[in-house]
T-cell receptor, first 119, second 116 residues
Framework: GAVVSQHPSRVICKSGTSVKIECRSL??????MFWYRQFPKQSLMLMAT?????????EQGVEKDKFLINHASLTLSTLTVTSAHPEDSSFYIC???????????????FGPGTRLLVL | AQKVTQAQTEISVVEKEDVTLDCVYE???????LFWYKQPPSGELVFLIR??????QNEISGRYSWNFQKSTSSFNFTITASQVVDSAVYFC?????????????FGQGTELSVKP
């Protein structure tokens, strides 16, 4: 299989605090991990792409200092929302693609998502 | 430019009806991959199928089938004898091998509601 986990699944925090979301590939090594944001009734919006051991590549319009991404190992990537504000409230989803090449590398497997509510 | 269009925003059917979800894509690349994902109310995206641009054979998996036609740049998804558990948002996505970092281009999604 290709299982991706995310933690926490749901978080409520006060405005101004920082929140860290973890994304793990449980049964495979991930070449690349992706972070998406999804608003209600909308499609997924790619925020950034991260490769193990290197800096993340952010999409246009995404604040690097606001959304810190660390990809410390082939199985773990973290997204930290710094100084969160109510407008950061959203559904954040990570995905991972396998290491090793071939067709399996072409498929992104998604985590269950994290619902963030900033009060 | 690369783009995926899912023109149907919402579809409502009664259980046991067949339903087809449309997906039209745009790309100038000759090598690319197409995907369908299912997003149930819980939120997790479930991978359904991947198709590469060199394989136009249609595929059937149980009640699910996919019709890939390069001539019309379409990759439609049909559910036969729909069930209430099929209720979800379905996303079609495109990835070309020349995409920096392997980014997926998602359609806007089609919300399918299957009523008992």
């Amino acid at each position: 299989g290709a299982v991706v986990s995310q933690h926490p699944s749901r978080v409520i925090c006060k405005s101004g605090t920082s929140v860290k979301i973890e994304c793990r590939s449980l049964d495979f090594q991930a070449t690349t991990m992706f972070w998406y944001r999804q608003f209600p009734k909308q499609s997924l919006m790619l925020m950034a792409t991260s490769n193990e051991g290197s800096k993340a590549t952010y999409e246009q319009g995404v604040e690097k200092d606001k959304f810190l991404i660390n990809h410390a190992s082939l199985t773990l990537s973290t997204l930290t929302v710094t100084s969160a504000h109510p407008e950061d409230s959203s559904f954040y989803i990570c995905s991972a693609s396998r290491r090793g090449g071939g067709l399996k590398q072409e498929t992104q497997y998604f985590g269950p998502g994290t619902r963030l509510l900033v009060l | 430019a690369q783009k995926v269009t899912q023109a149907q925003t919402e579809i409502s059917v009664v259980e046991k009806e067949d339903v087809t979800l449309d997906c039209v894509y745009e790309t100038r690349d000759t090598t690319y991959y197409l995907f369908w994902y299912k997003q149930p109310p819980s939120g997790e995206l479930v991978f359904l199928i991947r198709r590469n641009s060199f394989d136009e054979q249609n595929e059937i998996s149980g009640r699910y089938s996919w019709n890939f036609q390069k001539s019309t740049s379409s990759f439609n998804f049909t559910i036969t004898a729909s069930q209430v558990v099929d209720s979800a948002v379905y996303f079609c996505a495109l990835r070309t091998i020349y995409n920096q970092g392997g980014k997926l281009i998602f359609g806007q999604g089609t919300e399918l509601s299957v009523k008992p």
